[in-house]
């Protein structure tokens, strides 16, 4: 669950269903679910790693997933989770519904920029400077997460949606990279007018 989401009885958190949404993929335990998130959602969606196991908890208390038991051989037992039908159909309902884009960001970088008259414009220059670099590095792995998707799920019948979701991501890098161009020119100036 991210920070002051909260679960109402019978009423799901988006971070669950998220959680739905990965064991729709395939059955898997809560440690499956935390090595696959930093892989997947979690270049868009931040998850709580304490809130996995109480939320699988739940969720099978409410029928939404099954959970099976693995023995362990001279190791701690395995539990693995899959949807029921149920989880199935809540999945799809919430799928369905409209999204709800009401978050608002909280970004540093621009609170910093919003009162930069406090400080020289070099101050902020270093900041953007910052996200630039940050955003290059980023593009990067962006390139390469659609290559390994495309040689590693060529068939898989997800990949087309997959590299949406990626695509979104290099549309937001490429609008950052833009937007430290267009800062850095507008710094420059600045600089040079206290320069007068």
């Known amino acids: 669950m991210k920070a002051g989401e909260k679960a109402e009885k019978g009423r799901l958190t988006t971070s669950e269903r998220a959680l739905l949404g990965l064991l729709s993929l395939r059955p898997m335990s809560g440690y499956d679910l935390r090595q696959l998130i930093p892989q997947s959602i979690g270049h868009f969606w931040s998850e709580s790693y304490g809130q996995i196991y109480p939320s699988l908890k739940r ?13 362990g051989k001279g190791r701690p037992d395995r539990h693995v989770y899959s ?26 970088l621009l609170l910093k ?21 940050e955003a290059e590095l980023e593009r990067a792995e962006h390139a390469g997460i659609v290559r ?4 590693s799920s060529a068939n898989n019948p997800q990949l087309p949606y997959w590299l949406m979701t990626v695509n979104m991501g290099r549309h937001e890098v490429n609008a950052k990279l833009a937007w430290c161009r267009e800062t850095l020119q507008e710094l420059d100036r600045l600089e040079e007018r206290n320069k007068q």
Do not use: I
């Not at 969720?59 to 023995?71: F, G, H, I, P, V």
């Not at 920029?113 to 670099?133: D, I, M, N, S, Y």
């Open 113 to 133: 920029v919003f009162f930069g008259t406090q400080v020289a414009p070099e101050e902020v220059r270093k900041h953007v400077e910052t996200l630039r670099e």
């Open 59 to 71: 969720m099978t208390a409410e029928k939404l997933l099954d959970k099976k038991t693995e023995r």
């Open 83 to 108: 949807l029921t039908e149920s989880g199935r159909e809540e999945l799809r309902g919430w799928l369905r519904a409209p999204v709800e884009l009401r978050n608002v960001a909280r970004n540093e």
């Open 148 to 151: 390994h998707l495309k040689k």
